[in-house]
């Protein structure tokens, strides 16, 4: 009888310990938490167990920090359209504690845990088209993952903020939008089948690359798009000297300037700046004309970019190993 009652707190136990690792978010109460934050502050220290994080449909305004040692979380959207997490900081906003806020401070969600995936959710940043810097996301921990997610806003969208390869970063079938260097940052960051939409003439990226990084930004068979009314758009521009971007069969719209990249009013750039395509096309895609400093690979150069040698690091980590 001792056993049996044994053998059952252990199942109950299991059952209990199973039970916390599905969270559910709804506004209206029907969830464990309203909040996407309640939920956050939910998962304890240090954690290794995986966590999903169920988020019903609704625009959940609120600044969102996943603290690092907060790892393993992942983030599911009910819908991608309807699922947003939105706030409005934006560069120069002077906060409850008196503190100017930056580019580095005024993200809608702060994302500094390691291992997360999120799927079907809009991250946005709302503040205004003149708000000036105000990214969406500061995605700052390594081993980063978003399916089928949308980042919206204007200047500044997505921070890909970690220190290069110490921040691993993969975003498939994603929807990027922005005006200036919406996509920007040191991580090294695998962009596959995304849209990249830009909301005015200014840069894609600004990619601030460490000079020992071999790869920065890397973008597979992605869609550049824009308003039609759109006619000088770069490829990148150098927010660090060492900038690494490259563009692997993009479908890259007329809004794009047959020069492709930018130096960033500074010539010295074009000495150190790494930018590079393959097999671009689209009517943006001018090789011929694109900027002397910039490089088209040849066939052998482009078998080195596979996801083994850009992201997997010494831990050999697969972005799609349990996709």
Same mark, same amino acid.
């Given at each position: 009888m001792k056993k049996l009652t044994t053998l059952f707190f252990i199942i109950l136990l299991s059952a209990s310990l199973y039970a916390q690792k599905h969270i559910a978010v709804a506004q209206d109460g029907s969830g464990d938490y309203k909040t996407v934050q309640a939920a956050f502050d939910a998962i304890p220290q240090n954690n290794k167990n995986p966590i999903e994080i169920n988020i019903k449909k609704g625009t959940y305004k609120e600044v969102l920090h996943l603290d690092s040692g907060k790892n393993f979380v992942t983030l599911k959207g009910e819908d991608k359209e309807s699922t947003v997490l939105t706030f409005n900081n934006h560069n120069g906003v002077v906060n409850a504690k008196g503190e100017t806020l930056n580019t580095y401070t005024t993200a809608s969600f702060f994302l500094n845990g390691s291992n997360f995936t999120a799927r079907n959710i809009t991250f946005e940043n709302n503040a205004?088209?003149?708000?000036?810097?105000?990214?969406?996301?500061?995605?700052?921990?390594?081993?980063?993952?978003?399916?089928?997610?949308?980042?919206k806003g204007f200047q500044d969208v997505l921070f890909c903020s970690?220190? @290069?390869?110490?921040? %691993?970063? !993969?975003?498939?079938?994603? =929807? /990027?939008?922005?005006?200036?260097?919406?996509?920007?940052? $040191? &991580?090294?960051?695998?962009?596959?089948?995304?849209?990249?939409?830009?909301?005015?003439?200014?840069?894609?990226?600004?990619?601030?690359?460490?000079?020992?990084?071999?790869?920065?930004?890397?973008?597979?068979?992605?869609?550049?798009?824009?308003?039609?009314?759109?006619?000088?758009?770069?490829? @990148?521009?150098?927010? %660090?000297? !060492?900038?690494?971007?490259? =563009? /692997?069969?993009?479908?890259?719209?007329?809004?794009?300037? $047959? &020069?492709?990249?930018?130096?960033?009013?500074?010539?010295?750039n074009e000495k150190t700046a790494r930018y590079a395509e393959y097999k671009s096309t689209g009517p943006g895609a001018n090789p011929s004309a694109r900027a002397t400093w910039s490089r088209q690979l040849t066939d052998d150069e482009v078998k080195q970019y596979t996801l083994k040698n850009i992201l997997g690091g010494k831990d050999n980590w697969n972005p799609l190993k349990d996709k």
């Open positions: 205004g088209f003149t708000a000036g810097q105000a990214p969406a996301v500061f995605a700052h921990g390594d081993k980063l993952r978003f399916f089928d997610c949308a980042f970690g220190q @290069g390869s110490n921040s %691993r970063q !993969y975003y498939q079938n994603c =929807y /990027i939008e922005g005006t200036t260097d919406f996509i920007f940052g $040191p &991580a090294v960051a695998v962009f596959q089948s995304c849209k990249i939409y830009s909301k005015k003439n200014s840069h894609v990226t600004a990619a601030s690359t460490d000079q020992n990084e071999l790869y920065g930004f890397v973008f597979f068979d992605c869609q550049l798009t824009a308003d039609t009314s759109l006619h000088s758009v770069s490829l @990148g521009r150098p927010w %660090r000297p !060492y900038s690494n971007v490259t =563009y /692997i069969r993009c479908d890259i719209g007329a809004h794009i300037t $047959p &020069a492709g990249w930018n130096n960033w009013k500074n010539p010295a």
